[in-house]
């Protein structure tokens, strides 16, 4: 079907598949649109003819309708207006594309051929008719496909073939049926703008090689301070890789403010430090302590009432005993939106044992963070304004595309000198420019991805409203979900009183177990419930929710909404999977 | 010329220009093109016509072909074949792309949309005649375009326009002439794979959300093992958030290996920890030990010969002082490939003394590891075999996308027993899959970024081959300045002897100074020439390079390449801009 002599640099498909519904008007402009440039006949007969591939879903193999297209024209005409032979995928290498001479065009094809391979994955990533997950064991997925890497170089046609076979075994995190992280969602903005982020490639350690991402890093944290708080928004922060290190570089800068001879000196230099955190907060603390030398005994865990919120009074006990024993207190991490429970520390309680003991107090709303952007529910934060540090992660529950990660830091500068180490060669002093805007030092990474413009640009995208409406949408779903399973037959929940936050924890109780005493049979065997309905979800790829036992409590499954495309009807079909795949345990 | 009555949905560019060497077959053919979907008209008109925005090189305001394009049809028939009335992107916003209802027509072609900008800006980072910046200062860049976040949305013709902004003013790092760090460049397939990452939108932590890519990451590291030597490829290792993490990562694991109490115990459990590395080193290693709480104090700088290479001896004399004082040397990091010099230290050598001291041998190779696959220069890793843990960032010298850094480690199971908290709600250990595949515990990190897929599928696009072929022309380009400016009048050397690495060492010495005694006067003259040079060269964007003092050197330039798109004549371009911006000082 390739036109070689349309003087167009023209690709042709092979497929003869066709539109049942309307053959004839779909074919004829197929044919007028495969004489135009780029992949862009088959992105057309694409959308004239239907998607025939549907790779994802028959689960046969991956036959590509790239390797089949055909590409013609190899003069130094721009546009060309001679036909050339025909030459296929197959022939053309990645030493063909930009930088090489006569790069343009095949690069444009090429790109545009993969960004139909995305494109036709975006649409069915919201489409519930496909799976959520096309699920393989490792080692049956290793011997599928041949992954491995070799000396020479395989043509195009193979690579857009790679693409399309990824993309066969991915996660749809974006599908509306997808639950199983506090991650979810594909937001359409924040891809742009993570697909622009990726063409621009850069790096954010200097305003010279980054200008715009630079200021627009300070534009949104500044945003971000005044939305917690701190007066003007003044204050400091960065974008870091992930909550865990936000949680980290906070627990860094508090030993910094309390004992700045410890950057030089080590730890051997000062008093036994120690940090409090809620028994149900986010492991990274622990991990942190490991890491910075302070240990993880050194982190105290405070009793949570049931439903998983920090108690004030056990943290006060608690820093007593440490300084009678002649420890230092020095970081009190509470947390605002657990991972488990979804459940939100008292922070003014917490705030006010802070200053009186003194204390930094750091703020991990990883995942509650985004109720700030709430009118609604924000006052579950309520004392993170006193707060000295706070991890927010947008790419949590405001759906932007991981990874998007703040540190907010409410002492301006102190970042700064607990990391700077003066790379001459990267912040030269003598620069033509405000070297203020250098953000390299403030961190322990030297370079740092780019992961705020996508954030930026979904906040222009839905203004802070447009967040407000997701948030509040999700917690309405989880409501939604607690008030039809609370007094449901076979339901069990794992607190009471309705969510906090979007996580709805429960127990499914299969009917063979309704019948049992509440004992340690009937505990262990619920205990397997829940990994059997999972499994049973992933191998029916119809939905994907979490689960896992915390303290004395066995396997539950822990449902959290942070997805965009979620429904009620999602939310209906999610109990009613539970039962089909539940009933017969 | 929106065609509301062809039954697609169809975009009318309201811009007028024309192509002045064929309008008449453009223009005809464009208007064929116009009754085509998801902004393929435009695109192919921007083909057929020429680019008529060039915004980053006329300095112009910013005038979105994209603001005027009109979409038409909001019926629910797919593909729809009745006549709707205009709507246009003004009248659309992100409320309106999917999950929403009707949304995969606005969807795709807001993307196709976004992505049209995208390739046009790929093409100009590869076009010598435009600029590599389009510099402004902070401030003047803060106020030439309205940066601020807002309650309220806005439409997605804003969205566009801040695209094509944003990237107006960012630096063409895959510009040919861009030699400003080691990572430049911008490959296509790399390009696209990360196109495709941000697509699939997941987390490293385990194989249940990202099977694909946790697979990948274990092909891919076991075959950077094997390229190190380490025996059938095997040991242990992780992608990284950058090289400076990477190393402090080794530096963790190294502590924890002679120590493990410190997991828990902290620094205060152990003897005073003492590392080692060459005063040419990269400041990450600091960073690093002020962050483990060892402190910068305990990082021992070991002296370099004139090349940048750190000596043996002194390593050993520095090791046996510090044994002495009864501190345990627990980690040498050598580098293969310093930041400044490009030095290889002497690894087997130091190999040599960390066997016999029993220390940790870690190799800094971030940006020197990329010669590993290059037959011809490996030999300067020689030794790299014997290390205990490697870094190595694909993202500098192999010209893959930002980010991209592993951490190699020859002993297995180290990392996850130095790093792992056992979070049960991630790392449940009754699912139905080998666990061994999750790799979130292996790591400080909790959510990780997917930065293997742009490796694996740059990898098998071109090649081990294909990779080698990239680095020895580098280091031909390189040999190549160095053999131009070695005895040209007006350079100086920093260091005698042709480059190990791309890295090339200068002073440019204007006419007034080489008239001068080598006094301090003259060096004091001599350091304000290099960023006087940089200033302007930012300000005419016409080329990039680093510069900086280093010891008893002001201010030097220091060229490197790594960019696969620069040639003899940019190489050529960079000395005559060099001469015609130094000229006058």
């Known amino acids: 079907m390739a036109s070689p002599g349309s003087g167009f640099w023209s690709f042709g498909s092979e497929d003869g598949s066709g539109d049942p519904e309307n053959p004839g008007t779909a074919r004829a402009w197929c044919q007028v649109a495969q004489k135009f440039t780029g992949g862009i006949g088959n992105k057309l007969c694409a959308l004239l003819y239907g998607d025939s591939e549907k790779p994802a879903e028959s689960g046969g193999s991956v036959t590509s309708r790239a390797a089949t297209r055909k590409v013609a024209c190899t003069c130094d005409q721009k546009p060309c207006s001679c036909p050339k032979g025909d030459v296929n995928y197959a022939l053309l290498h990645a030493t063909d594309l930009l930088p090489a001479c006569e790069g343009e065009r095949p690069t444009l094809a090429f790109l545009q051929d993969v960004m139909n391979i995305l494109l036709q994955y975006v649409v069915k990533s919201f489409d519930r008719s496909t799976k959520v997950i096309d699920f393989h064991y490792p080692n049956e997925l290793l011997q599928e496909y041949n992954w491995e890497l070799a000396d020479q170089p395989q043509n195009l046609e193979e690579i857009l073939t790679h ?14 049926r997808y639950f199983n992280q506090l991650s979810t969602g594909l937001d359409m903005v924040g891809l742009a703008a993570d697909w622009l982020t990726s063409t621009a490639n850069t790096n954010m350690f200097t305003y010279e090689i980054a200008p715009v991402f630079v200021l627009l890093e300070y534009v949104t944290l500044k945003k971000m301070r005044e939305i917690i708080g701190w007066p003007g928004g003044s204050g400091d922060g960065i974008f870091s890789p992930g909550g865990a290190i936000s949680n980290m570089y906070a627990m860094l800068i508090a030993r910094y403010k309390m004992f700045p001879e410890v950057k030089e000196k080590g730890m051997a230099a000062v008093p036994r430090l120690i940090a409090f955190t809620s028994e149900h907060s986010h492991f990274s603390l622990k991990k942190g302590a490991a890491a910075l030398g302070i240990g993880t005994d050194s982190v105290i865990l405070i009793k949570c009432d049931e439903r998983g919120k920090m108690i004030p009074s056990d943290l006060e006990r608690r820093i007593l005993e440490v300084k009678q024993k002649g420890f230092v207190p020095f970081l009190v991490s509470a947390t605002a939106g657990t991972t488990v429970y979804g459940a939100f520390d008292p922070l003014l309680a917490v705030a006010d044992i802070c200053k009186k003991y003194k204390i930094w107090m750091h703020v991990d709303a990883a995942w509650g963070g985004g109720l700030l952007m709430s009118r609604k529910h924000k006052w579950k ?80 995208a839905k203004g802070t409203t447009g967040f407000e409406a997701h948030i509040d949408k999700c ?51 619920l205990s397997k419930v829940a990994p059997v309905i999972k499994a049973r979800m992933m191998e029916y790829g119809t939905t994907m929710v979490s689960y896992q036992p915390l303290g004395d409590k066995v396997n539950f499954f822990r449902m959290v909404i942070s997805n965009p495309a979620a429904t009620h009807q999602d939310i209906d079909f999610l109990i009613e999977e539970i039962e089909r795949l539940g009933q017969d345990l």
Request: aromatic fraction near 12%.
């Open 475 to 525: 917690l309405e779903l989880a409501e939604y979900l607690y008030n039809i399973i609370k007094n449901r037959e076979g339901y069990e929940m794992v607190f009471d009183g309705k969510p906090q936050h979007t996580n709805v924890c429960f127990w499914f109780v299969p009917p063979s177990l309704r019948v049992l005493e509440d004992n340690e049979e009937r505990m262990s065997r």
């Open 163 to 176: 693409c399309q076979t990824t993309l066969k075994y991915a996660i749809k995190t974006g599908h509306p």
């Open 381 to 460: 934060l309520n004392g993170v304004e006193r707060a000295n540090s706070v991890t927010w992660n947008p790419h949590k529950m405001m759906g932007v595309p991981l990874q998007c990660s703040a540190l907010l830091v409410r002492e301006e500068g102190l970042m700064q000198s607990c990391n700077q180490m003066h790379a001459s060669y990267l912040f030269q002093q003598d620069k033509h420019y405000d070297l203020s805007y250098d953000t390299g030092d403030k961190a322990l990474q030297c370079g740092r991805h780019v992961d705020v413009f996508k954030l930026w640009l979904m906040w222009r």
